[in-house]
């Protein structure tokens, strides 16, 4: 029987089971909390705004958009939010999902650490970035129930030291490719945790390049 948590059903199809072993079979216990957890806090921002998504894609999204982090699933050389994007098309492809779902659950993981953008489109874009801003960043932490708070937390806990750690895992899946973090987020993970990282500057690129003006 499909679980319940702070009111969320948790999808209980066939690849919605196989996404959850394949997940709990590649990423530690803490990758695998914080994506669960980024599905319920996804589903319940969809409950609140009163969002039509759909809970599969939703959950497919939020399970696989840290598989880039992991030494399976990472290439050397593109960003692990597309090498996430790239495992999670490869899968529902195996299971016959349509394209335009694929294309959502991928622009998804894509874009989940690019603010500003991912909230204009489609509900599984816009949700699963909603939910990752919620665990990590904290972002409308105020607007969810402290009962929906410690109902989804009891079931999949924060560690201690949980900030501290997931910053750890974001600097061990990116570090060997420090190029793929030019213009997002996880260039300040690698300021902070490397001290010898020098960031690539935008301006200095345009002002660099083969044109002669």
Request: net charge negative; hydrophobic share 40%.
């Amino acid at each position: 029987m499909s679980q319940i948590i702070a009111g969320i059903r948790v999808p209980d199809s066939n690849i919605a089971r196989a996404a959850t072993q394949l997940v709990r079979d590649t990423e530690d216990e803490l990758l695998y909390n914080h994506s669960r957890r980024v599905f319920f806090w996804g589903a319940l921002t969809g409950e609140r705004k009163g969002l039509k998504y759909d809970p599969e894609l939703l959950y497919l999204g939020a399970m696989f958009h840290d598989m880039g982090l992991t030494e399976k699933y990472s290439s050397p050389d593109l960003r692990f939010e597309v090498d996430g994007a790239n495992a999670a098309r490869a899968f529902m492809k195996s299971y016959g999902v349509p394209e335009r779902d694929i294309e959502d659950v991928w622009t998804a993981i894509a874009l989940h650490t690019t603010p500003g953008i991912p909230e204009h489109m489609r509900p599984t874009i816009a949700l699963v970035t909603a939910g990752v801003e919620m665990d990590v960043l904290g972002i409308a932490y105020d607007h969810f129930s402290h009962e929906h708070r410690h109902e989804v937390c009891a079931c999949h806990p924060r560690e201690d030291n949980f900030k501290e750690n997931i910053i750890d895992h974001f600097y061990e899946g990116i570090k060997k490719k420090p190029e793929t973090t030019f213009g997002n987020v996880k260039a300040d993970v690698l300021a902070l945790k490397d001290r010898n990282y020098k960031r690539m500057n935008f301006c200095s690129i345009i002002l660099c390049s083969a044109w002669p003006t």
